[in-house]
């Protein structure tokens, strides 16, 4: 499975950064000398009557999407057309992601930056702050549950967010189960990478009206944030429409338009 592979993958890496640059080492530059306090990524989806955006930066999915897109001028692009906040790609070998992507986009477009990374280790927790991440993406399949509340509890020690991440009923279950506060439905199944676009919508009524509902994955026009929009859906994350786009501010106003 696709899912597993990219695990495995991480997992190693992990491994690897840990001892080039031991965990004790990032834990006293991110609790020692600070990076700022993260900007909120919660407060940025809550638009009532509305439905926030995270617009995302990734270069490559299944295949280059926009392999010579400009960093800060797509996240500028994205701010300008009314994104919420930001998601960017870290993952190098299946995305052609970079850590040192997070800093600058959050300079560049003043929005929350979520780090989006299969995250497999409290390491990366540490990580993404030191990085310069506001927010982390915590996918609940990738995860047991003792250590999705460990770096869900590391998370709110550093006082970043966290996407919960889940494709199923069960998973919507467990994100709830764990305390999650921001829980995405994702369209697509990693295991697969098929994409069922209604998901979403279905499984909206599993979670409670309290917690902060992202649909992602395979959403293309406004008819189809129109219908996310009518389920209850809070937000939606965006990427390989908006990186395809030859003007990504108009398309992203073009998506978050309202109804006629």
């Known amino acids: 499975m696709i899912l597993d592979d990219i695990l495995a993958r991480t997992r190693a890496e992990v491994e690897a950064r840990k001892k080039a640059r031991p965990a004790m080492d990032l834990y006293e530059e991110v609790t020692v000398r600070g990076?700022?306090?993260?900007?909120?990524?919660?407060?940025?989806?809550?638009?009532?009557?509305?439905?926030?955006?995270?617009a995302e930066f990734k270069r490559r999915s299944a295949g280059w999407i926009n392999e010579k897109a400009d960093l800060e001028t797509q996240v500028r692009a994205y701010a300008a057309g009314g994104a919420s906040a930001l998601s960017v790609l870290t993952d190098e070998p299946f995305f052609g992601g970079r850590l040192d992507d997070l800093r600058p986009a959050s300079a560049a477009s003043g929005l929350p930056v979520l780090r989006k990374d299969f995250m497999v280790d409290t390491y990366q927790v540490a990580e993404a702050i030191a990085a310069g991440a506001d927010a982390i993406l915590l996918i609940v399949a990738a995860l047991d549950d003792k250590m999705l509340a460990r770096m869900l509890s590391l998370a709110r020690g550093f006082k970043m967010d966290a996407l919960v991440e889940a494709h199923d009923e069960a998973e919507v279950a467990r994100a709830v189960a764990a305390g999650a506060q921001i829980i995405g439905i994702?369209?697509?199944d990693l295991r697969t990478f098929n994409v069922d676009r209604e998901l979403a919508i279905r499984?909206?009524?599993?979670?409670?009206?309290?917690?902060?509902?992202?649909?992602e994955s395979g959403i293309r026009d406004a008819a189809d944030v129109a219908r996310l929009r009518e389920a209850g859906v809070d937000a939606i994350l965006v990427g390989?429409?908006?990186?395809?786009?030859?003007?990504?501010?108009?398309?992203?106003?073009?998506?978050?338009?309202p109804p006629a």
């Open 240 to 257: 390989e429409t908006l990186m395809r786009a030859p003007d990504p501010a108009a398309a992203l106003r073009g998506l978050l338009a």
């Open 203 to 215: 499984l909206r009524p599993s979670i409670p009206p309290d917690r902060i509902v992202v649909a």
């Open 186 to 188: 994702n369209n697509r």
């Open 35 to 54: 990076g700022g306090r993260p900007r909120s990524l919660s407060a940025a989806l809550r638009r009532p009557g509305a439905i926030a955006c995270i």
